[in-house]
């Protein structure tokens, strides 16, 4: 059986493990930063618990590493993971900064097509099958392409800080989708945030609420739709219209059960009440894309590239919103900013 | 222009006179058995208001006649009408006893063909299209039947000693969808009756809930579902499942609102308030046709006979139910009761 | 953990092992009557396979069992089971006949309430909720209850003689349900059965298209609606109509796409294949039912009453579509035919 | 009866006659260019047919006037119906230039209330719905508005030239409802067409798909996303997402007939063909609103000013996409273009 190394035991490395097992794959080795979480992460699993990141790597019969650490290491254990030969999947962002991406893909050569980015979503069943029909043509050509996105809450006070922002932290999920969806490379860009959920938020110099318009190479129009909080539920659509029809990925539901009262009709539970049961599938989906990966010695669904290009969107997206204006972009080699703005 | 005379002025009778102007037709003439509300009725409508039915059926002008009075006064009004040579639309039913219905057929003669009965929601534009789609043959072979037909409240208290109670009241609707979905006759049917909205309904001899369920000459096998009070308004649903497929007539919303708030998903106007609403269209549509066949000189599209069947139909459910067993129905002619029982 | 033994490696087995394991439970041992299938399921599982049935439920650390061989050992395995004092799982029917089943509950005595049987659509999470809110009032007195059930196609021929007939084998789901959602006993029944979907089905002496209307203790009014093949999928909806509102389990989809072309708006996978993707959920909820039985000692959330109930209603059914007639049930103990017919 | 003068009789000029009929007023005088046109919509309305529009507005017994001429017409025919006393209904735009709307607006002074330009999606039923929940503060703040509008296919190619461009002729509409929904000024406005529809339409230097992001003065984000074709039918939607829900006004159905074939689910008839018939009871709305508006002497529900601000926001939106970049708004007064562009 495939034999993978997990980095990082906490919430997300869990949701990793039971998606490992599920897979049919072993989950071999495991380490952490906090030894007691690795411990406690060991005696469950059966994995081996070890000592260092290096030392779980070249644990035998590993032949995948999956890395779900802190954004501020992914770099340095994805050069060790594929200079050791493994195939890897990182959680995004790639990297805490662009240049360090940059670094990281400069470095790893050949090997960028072996990282996995751990874009989830592309994983959904619904989102898949959008996907699959707009790159078949069953809506002919893609010509408007909505995102909205939108969690049920805002994350800590305390996360805000060090989560680099709405734009890199939320919306960056939305950027992957748009690549996802166009095939093609996005061109010129226009953010605007505001602070409407939380004025504290505000105060740590992010914004809460969000809208991005942009347009790509050939001329596709895209709007990405963002807020930290929407009462009703998790809130995640895409529409993608084309000139032959229109492909809608809507919210899917817990139960199809639906009342009707003096208020006439409801469907009681219509939402997911976050990512970690809106995405199970997704997690699980995902993860059997990583061992079909090993298994095969294939490319990367989504490659070190696509997480480049997704920050680099974000990056763009902090800056417009910053500036006030609309930003143009350079979509050549590894890119870095036009001088061109408008 | 083509000139119809309204016979009773009642709200049924305003609503008809409506459509008779929005189809392009002229009301002609109005008779009513009370002075007054013929008067008022004239002088908002600009039709004669006549002395006698006799006089309003005469009137120059006049090629079609509108039955809309009290149940007792059918049979007359109708032969008065046909034996005057005029196309003639009567509200259901035809009659207020099997065998007055079947002398009124019988002395119909060949003209029984050119006699409407107001089977209104054979007219309604989603009821229609599954129909039309049914006898297409776009669900192959018809296999079962569902029509669930509930009120929003029941009537008033002094309205059911009178009402025929509600297998001939409300379910004859029903027995006329079954029928015209079908295409072909019923030869069993099994009611059941209830007490479950109001005690004072019981007390008055009648039901307010009921099932009944049919098997056709060919075997295809129907539901109809009664209930004389539904919280969440009208509802009334046609549900046909066939060879190839299933297509159901579902209840119409007002707009298409929706709201999502915590407690999740709604559509807050979904159901129209009662047939006022609900038939609007089908009531514009049902006197479009009969303006139609009186322009065309052609047959009824709901027959007399059909009228007759329907109260044979609700005749037999209201047997059905008293005697609490299933009866085998005779389908030739103007059929009576079978010897047959089960 | 709890330990698991498993009579019967069939293909329902598998299901029920893989839930096991979800479930946190261990499979301990297992049985089947061919030696080979056990032996592969064995090494696949890590069970111990076991020579005979009664090795396999005093195998040590056996706390439950698990039957899910072919319906005619279903008593003799419960009872051997039930005596070696484990709790007991059995897939339904409970027995081959009613007199078979009447045996085994008379011989289980008080352990008749720790024999679990197996009927899932029970632990379905829409079904599950709409009848929570039943019975928690949310539509106030319940008065007509409609369960549609339809197969997206027919059993292989072979099976029919074997099967029981349609009553026995399919709708017995679907009288499980209504006396679920009803909370008391059916009193009167009325059954309809036809062949529709192939005439060979009828040549075996069976039906594949039934309608079963029936009245509970209180007067409630129950449809149940089957047909052997839909060809738009697995079709299994619930509507509970009440005093206060009406809910409905509806199908649930695979995924919330939708499209829209020229032939305007479609959802192209809206239904489940069958059984085994619709019910994946309710085979691993009803599993962890039966962990949690064990573990607290309590009673079976479907009894071997239950079971009997159920079969005492598909037999009722056989009997009044073969007469042609209404039957009127005893429902004292365990009851036989009331000589009362209608 | 209230009295109207229609000056125009052409296609929406019958549309509004026969809504006026239909809301119990008179059709008193009718004016066209062409005399032919005119004649023979007198003759079928029974309106006076006169040679001049002044006549037409001084005809006795008009009391409001309603301007449904060529856009270069609409000032000089609103000036002159207010100079004459009446209440008066004009088409949008307002003006075919800003610089002509803006002395229209400064001419009538205190009259420019009793002007009422017909915006008259604010009167279909669904958008209605939402903005007074909106309002009424059912969704808590408004935080992000998205505003849908396709048309089924594009208008004829000689139209084009003549329309204004997409901004000015078809999106005024959307920000007519961006203001309407918003109750408060856009600030800022980013605006993206490009030509995907059609490359003729592109050769005569219009756009036919279109983008445009803007904020209003408290910050609340606003996308609107137009294509002059979907070949699903025509595409209205409205989603307002709040701190405390979000409200969508969904494209309404024709019927709520369902299909369910092999290919799974369908809606047969989901969408409108076009304004026409989607906006028919709006139509109607409207007219009963202008009635209300005469016989009260109260203001006009849609004002000049409002008709002048659609127009400046599609005036700002044509320069945005020329330029290339965003655009801070003026919304003092009667405002003309800020020197501040981002």
Request: hydrophobic letters at 45%; aromatic letters at 8%; glycine letters at 8%.
């Amino acid at each position: 059986m495939t034999g993978i190394a997990l980095l990082g035991a906490g919430r997300i490395g869990q949701v990793h493990a039971k998606a490992i097992a599920q897979a049919g794959a072993t989950l071999v080795s495991v380490f952490d930063v906090m030894p007691q979480a690795a411990k406690a992460f060991g005696d469950k699993s059966g994995a081996t618990v070890c000592a260092s990141a290096e030392a779980a790597i070249h644990h035998p019969g590993v032949e995948g590493v999956l890395v779900a650490t802190s954004t501020d290491t992914h770099v340095d254990l994805i050069l060790a993971a594929a200079e050791a030969g493994k195939a890897v999947m990182c959680e995004k962002p790639i990297a805490p900064s662009l240049a360090e991406a940059r670094r990281c893909i400069n470095a790893l050569g050949d090997k960028a097509d072996r990282v996995f980015i751990g874009f989830n979503r592309r994983f959904d069943p619904g989102h898949a099958k959008v996907n699959a029909a707009v790159h078949n043509g069953d809506i002919g050509a893609l010509e408007q392409l909505t995102v909205t996105s939108r969690d049920p809450y805002p994350p800590p006070l305390e996360y805000i800080p060090v989560s680099g922002g709405l734009f890199r932290d939320m919306m960056i999920h939305d950027f992957d989708i748009a690549r996802w969806m166009l095939g093609e490379e996005i061109v010129k860009l226009s953010a605007e945030g505001t602070v409407a959920v939380d004025p504290e938020i505000g105060k740590l110099d992010d914004v809460d609420t969000a809208i991005v318009s942009m347009v790509s190479e050939s001329g596709k129009q895209i709007v990405i739709i963002n807020s930290r909080r929407a009462v009703y539920g998790y809130d995640q659509r895409i529409e993608a219209f084309g000139a032959k029809g229109m492909l809608i990925s809507d919210n899917p539901s817990d139960t199809s059960v639906k009342w009707f009262g003096p208020d006439r009709f409801a469907a009681p539970d219509a939402y997911a009440t976050f990512f970690m049961d809106r995405y199970t599938v997704s997690y699980r989906r995902e993860i059997e894309a990583f061992v079909h990966m090993i298994q095969t010695g294939g490319k990367a669904p989504v490659t070190a590239k696509d997480g480049f290009m997704a920050s680099y969107l974000a990056e763009a997206a902090t800056l417009s919103n910053k500036w006030g204006r609309s930003i143009e972009l350079d979509v050549t080699g590894l890119p870095t900013w036009s001088a061109r703005t408008s």
